[in-house]
């Protein structure tokens, strides 16, 4: 496969940055309706009592284990699903990697609030940059 790969005559080449992000966000769409996924949901969730009579039911972030509505929640993946390097010839096998770390058992899940998400997603990025200083 070259530097740069149509998806078909009749559209204009990708980068291969396109190319892995297409089929990752592909893999992530596809993970919202892994059965594990969903149970998880279930797993964490209790009837709503407040005000608003379109919302059914809460969540309980699991870092806080403070309570939200669904949209103020994340299904997070305890063991990080990473991303492609920056070697074209090993995609095939990065990307295996990423597909058994997204489609995980009900146990490589936790739900996170908002703000407890993005605090371990910035925890995670410092991690990851200085094991790349070392």
């Known amino acids: ?13 990708w980068t291969e940055a396109r190319f892995k992000s297409f089929l990752k966000s592909g893999l ?3 993970s919202t309706r892994w ?16 005000d608003d009579k379109r919302t059914k039911w809460e969540y309980q972030c699991s870092d806080c284990e403070q309570w939200f509505k669904q949209k103020e929640i994340h299904r ?4 990080a699903v990473g991303g492609f390097s920056q070697d074209w010839e090993k995609w095939p096998e990065e990307l295996g990697q990423i597909a058994e770390r997204m489609f995980c058992s009900v146990d490589g899940f936790q ?15 410092q991690e990851k940059k200085d094991a790349e200083k070392d």
């Open 76 to 79: 997070d993946h305890i063991e």
């Open 111 to 125: 739900l996170l609030c908002h703000s407890c998400h993005l605090r371990r997603t910035n925890e995670q990025r």
């Open 35 to 50: 059965p594990p996924a969903q149970e998880i949901m279930k797993l964490h969730r209790r009837p709503y009592t407040g």
């Open 28 to 30: 992530r769409k596809m």
């Open 1 to 13: 496969m070259g530097r740069k790969t149509p998806p078909c005559e009749l559209h204009p080449p």
